[in-house]
């Protein structure tokens, strides 16, 4: 992930993660790890 702006209270809000070129899935991977991280 190189670029992220989320908002402080993401644990209390629903998250949509949309990957427009879905290869081999590592960046949804990444970005699934990066959204459990923050809550």
């Known amino acids: 992930v190189i670029f ?3 908002p ?3 644990s209390d ?3 949509l993660l949309l ?3 879905l290869g081999t899935g590592y960046s ?3 970005a699934i790890n ?3 991280k923050r809550g």
């Open 4 to 6: 992220e702006k989320l």
């Open 19 to 21: 990957d427009p070129i």
């Open 28 to 30: 949804a991977v990444e």
């Open 34 to 36: 990066l959204l459990l």
């Open 13 to 15: 809000r629903h998250v």
């Open 8 to 10: 402080q209270d993401i």
